[in-house]
T-cell receptor, first 115, second 110 residues
């Protein structure tokens, strides 16, 4: 079945540690996105990538880093510079080149808790 | 002021009720309007996708867009307990990033 796989589902880390969240898709989509979801704030865009080896900052990129070495994979690293990393992280993808960006496919999310 | 405003709820209704969920927005460049449904601890899934103004119906769901008032709605007829979820509106202009509302939590009681 085609879809987006995020791992791990739940992650606990100590303050000051870097953490990498995995996102893999087998939908053959060009564009991939990372969002952060906090209660009362909706989804906020962290980073996005329209093509392999290229990515752009979203609205809240500070303290995060990404790579896009393969079309299928878009891992997100939450660094120790991120001041409030505890959140629900969502990876999404869609076919690039469409006028509207609405038909995003989301993964199941990764809940990161920093102790 | 946020670009997209959405009442967080929760909205509690009995089974069988008609549900109305709404969002207002301020950016007149938005042309594409979406509703996503998100169950607890899961990723959002696309429910309805509308371009420009008008109505779109899909089963028990109807999406309405009024660009003159900058107002979009999602109606759910004959609501079921399985409709209990958070509903997120989202919108964008051409080749622009999506802007999401905060989501409305809906509870349908049997």
């Amino acid at each position: 079945d085609g879809g987006i796989t995020q791992s791990p589902k739940y992650l606990f880390r100590k303050e000051g540690q870097n953490v990498t969240l995995s996102c893999e898709q087998n939908l053959n989509h060009d564009a991939m996105y990372w969002y952060r979801q906090d209660p009362g704030q909706g989804l906020r865009l962290i980073y996005y990538s329209q093509i392999v080896n290229d990515f752009q900052k979203g609205d809240i990129a500070e303290g995060y880093s990404v790579s896009r070495e393969k079309k299928e994979s878009f891992p997100l690293t939450v660094t120790s510079a991120q001041k409030n990393p505890t959140a629900f992280y969502l990876c999404a993808s869609h076919l690039a080149g469409t006028g509207g960006l609405g038909e995003l496919f989301f993964g199941e999310g990764s809940r990161l808790t920093v102790l | 002021q946020k670009e997209v405003e959405q009442d967080p709820g929760p909205l509690s209704v009995p089974e069988g009720a008609i549900v109305s969920l709404n969002c207002t927005y301020s950016n007149s460049a938005f042309q594409y309007f979406m509703w996503y449904r998100q169950y607890s601890r899961k990723g959002p899934e696309l429910l309805m996708y509308t371009y420009s103004s008008g109505n779109k119906e899909d089963g028990r769901f109807t999406a309405q867009v009024d660009k003159s008032s900058k107002y979009i709605s999602l109606f759910i007829r004959d609501s079921q307990p399985s409709d209990s979820a958070t509903y997120l509106c989202a919108m964008s202009g051409s080749f622009q990033k999506l802007v999401f509302g905060t989501g409305t939590r809906l509870l349908v009681s049997p």
